[in-house]
């Protein structure tokens, strides 16, 4: 985790803000009401307030300069290097955890983001989060490990949209565990209908906004829709090269076989 640290916070502020920061320099400004308001009466902000309010306190107290804008992701991408630890040795053991942690730490597309003034490493953080709860879960099926993970995937939505796909996996998998093996439906199919329950009301109130500006989107889109050229391309170049992404691919089918 300290060499995970230094990768990312070395020359953090040597470079200047770039467009998507600059959005998230002004936004940090915004109290809740205000960024809400925000959201209402523009096409362009559809992302979720829990980042953006954390930025504001933070820019508060510490200043906009660039080091300072970029200093929580730093935090955040670091915290994950320890939670992945975490998950990897609850699911695989100490061994998993220890390489799991070391190719966070040098992942150079990891260390991007936890360089960059957005919300992506507070996404993965709250992402590994919520897998170390939903093993949690899964093992001891206590009340209080629901509890937390409902809070987690809460956070999930109200930091970034992509957040649905993380808790759509989950209940894809529970679902399929409880398909597979009836015990753990008939202990568990109760905790995990009144967690669903829970976290659909906790949800609920950005839940129409984001409909309502994913509607706006809709009509005047700034991004193109993606093509089957521009998904490959976009694997082939964050894993390096066709062979890298080759070898990804045997390990992956290796893995499922």
Excluded at 1 to 19: D, Y
Excluded at 163 to 192: D, H, N
Excluded at 231 to 256: E, K, M, N, Q, R
């Amino acid at each position: 985790a300290l060499c995970g640290f230094v990768l990312r916070v070395f020359q953090l502020g040597k470079e200047s803000i770039w467009v998507d920061e600059g959005f998230t320099w002004r936004l940090a400004k915004l109290t809740l009401p205000q960024y809400i308001d925000n959201v209402l009466s523009t096409i362009r902000n559809i992302l979720p307030p829990l980042y953006f309010q954390i930025m504001h306190y933070w820019t508060g107290l510490f200043g906009t300069s660039e080091f300072s804008l970029r200093f929580p992701s730093v935090v955040f991408g670091t915290v994950s290097i320890v939670g992945i630890y975490l998950l990897g040795k609850s699911l695989f053991g100490r061994e998993s955890g220890i390489i799991s942690a070391l190719l966070l730490s040098l992942s150079l597309f990891h260390i991007q983001y936890s360089q960059e003034a957005r919300m992506y490493e507070l996404l993965s953080l709250l992402s590994i989060a919520a897998f170390c709860l939903l093993a949690r879960l899964i093992r001891d099926n206590r009340w209080s490990s629901a509890f937390w993970l409902v809070i987690v995937n809460a956070l999930l939505i109200y930091t970034h949209h992509y957040g649905f796909f993380i808790v759509f996996s989950q209940f894809a998998f529970v679902a399929f565990t409880c398909l597979t093996r009836r015990e753990y439906l008939r202990r568990s199919i109760t905790r995990w209908l009144i967690a669903g329950l829970v976290f659909a009301l906790a949800i609920y109130p950005w839940l129409f906004v984001f409909i309502n500006q994913a509607r706006k989107v809709s009509k005047d889109p700034w991004l193109p829709m993606p093509t089957a050229a521009s998904v490959i391309s976009l694997f082939t170049d964050y894993s390096g090269g066709i062979p890298v992404l080759c070898l990804y691919v045997l390990v992956i089918f290796a893995w499922l076989f």
